[in-house]
RNA sequence: GGCGACAUGGCCAAGUGGUAAGGCAAGGGUCUGCAAAACCCUCAUCAUGGGUUCGAAUCCCAUUGUCGCCUCCA
């Protein structure tokens, strides 16, 4: 069984191929910074985080690129919005987002370049189409020019004729087409710029992913990917400059991540319904919204809300729950349950790989877990020994690694973590009252921690207690 | 107006020709002093209408509905 891909491209599931064997070079287009990073981001950043663990663990090398756009309309208008230095904007919100990738778990890419410091490669993909007549200069901006790309429209399947350009847009009457889009644009007064062979300014919107491509993976790169409201203009616009110069196919692979909406309506900000990836994370562990992103096709939309985020948070602690440690007294299993057990953990092995291969079919790889989960608490509860846990727990240790899960078991933050050791001791005079039967004021000890966010389990040997996730 | 995606039980969600994975919730049971956790059991014929086929959730056509893109957007 090999992978294979869904490609933007093609519109098929591609068997996956790499153009130097046992290497991938992967390409995801990174934000704008201008603004906080919201869980839609984090959703595009954990797909692709998911698809780059997963390679690695099949065997691949991955040379994973992800940029920042750090020159911008939005970051110098919010810029002098705020009265603050532009470049100084951008680089606090870099750093923000890599802190958000970070608290997601998500592993920090190989490299991420950034716009204003592909300038000379920049400005040499702009000469050389003007060189080729792709493009052409009008007083200070430079356009590429549509009509010259027969290819034009080869990714997101449109025909020029059938774009309305301007319908919503004023057009700018300097352009030969109406679709012909900036690579090049001048700087007005007070705008941060670069000299040029054109004039001073700064680069349009599309050329820096198509030169930071060009620049750090080479002509040809296996994946390229972006939500999937990227991929007209923005992956359209970034096939023909590439290939405009190099006459060379661009990327192998497109994929596309889908919208996460809020109520079947994409978060915007004209909607003031964003979500910020630290509001999220200051309410959620980052686990639930990486199984808010695994339960579904990483293509399809995913609707947030107040139910799937419970359900994410209960999923969460049937997983943790498998992670428990035999009983101390356990009899251990029979040979054959034993076996059973391994053939088990073999079977959930290969159904997680065939779910995976499958164009990353995360909840049927979830699925596969699940057996294994189940398969593990009906030998802890048979009487399975640790040692007999080891092999299963191991396994399941690495296909939730594999998805980036981190499992850890909830506990209080900072100050209230010092509370532990009264909690023991509380827990532990409760076991004395159980001792002695007084049930009375044994439960009210452990109905006082649960307002207080303990969670007490009576077992034979005594009692244990874990902070309650929330 | 053009392009595209999707529609599976109360909810989330796999499944592209042979009679529907998994999870959440719910109900019943075991365990427990009572709980919790865990385990066992129960719980769908796949938007609608046609068609192809021995046989379709899975292929074709139509209809309805939802969403995305065509402007900045992960």
Partial sequence: MTLRIYNTLTRTKDPFTTIEPGKVRLYVCGPTVYAEAHIGHAMSALVFDIVRRYLEWSGYEVNYVMNYTDV?????????????????????????YAQ??????????????????????????????????????VDGDVYYRVAADKNYGQLSGRKLEDMNAGSRVQVDDRKENPMDF???????????????????????????????????????????GGG?????????????????????????????????????EKMSKSLGNIISIKEFLSQHPADVMRLLVLSGSYRGPLVYGEDVLNQAEQVLKRLLGAKKPADPDAQGLSADRDQHLKD?????????????????????????????VKAINQARSDGATSAQLAHPIS?????????????????????????????????????????????????????????????????KDGSSWSWERN
């Fill in 72 to 96: 911008d309309d939005k970051i110098i208008s919010k810029a002098n919005q705020l009265g603050e230095d532009p470049f100084a904007l951008a680089q606090r919100y870099i750093d923000d």
């Fill in 100 to 137: 958000n990738l970070a608290d997601l778990n998500v592993k920090p890419a190989t490299l991420n370049p950034r716009a204003t410091q592909e300038m000379d490669c920049i400005q040499n993909m702009i000469a050389r189409m003007l060189e080729q007549n792709r493009a052409y200069a």
């Fill in 182 to 224: 900036a690579l090049w644009k001048s700087a007005k007064p007070g705008e941060p710029a670069w000299d040029s062979p054109w004039g001073k300014g700064r680069p349009g919107w599309h050329i820096e992913c198509s030169a930071m491509n060009y620049h750090h993976l080479g002509e040809q790169i296996d994946i390229h």
């Fill in 228 to 264: 999937n409201d990227l991929i007209f203009p923005h992956h359209e616009n970034e096939i023909a400059q590439t290939e405009a110069i190099t006459n060379k196919q661009f990327a192998t692979f497109w994929m596309h991540n889908g919208m996460l909406t809020l109520k079947n």
């Fill in 344 to 372: 088990t953990a073999a079977k959930t092995a290969s159904a997680f790989k065939e779910a995976m291969d499958d164009d990353f079919n995360t909840s049927g790889a979830l699925a596969a877990i699940f057996e294994l």
């Fill in 395 to 459: 396994v399941f240790n690495e296909f939730t690694g594999v998805l980036g899960l981190k499992l850890e078991e909830p506990s209080s933050a900072g100050a209230e973590s010092d509370a532990n050791a009264f909690i023991d001791l509380l827990v532990k005079l409760r076991s004395d009252l159980r001792a002695e039967k007084n049930w009375a004021l044994s439960d009210k000890v452990r109905d006082g921690l649960k307002s207080l966010g303990v969670v007490i389990e009576d077992h």
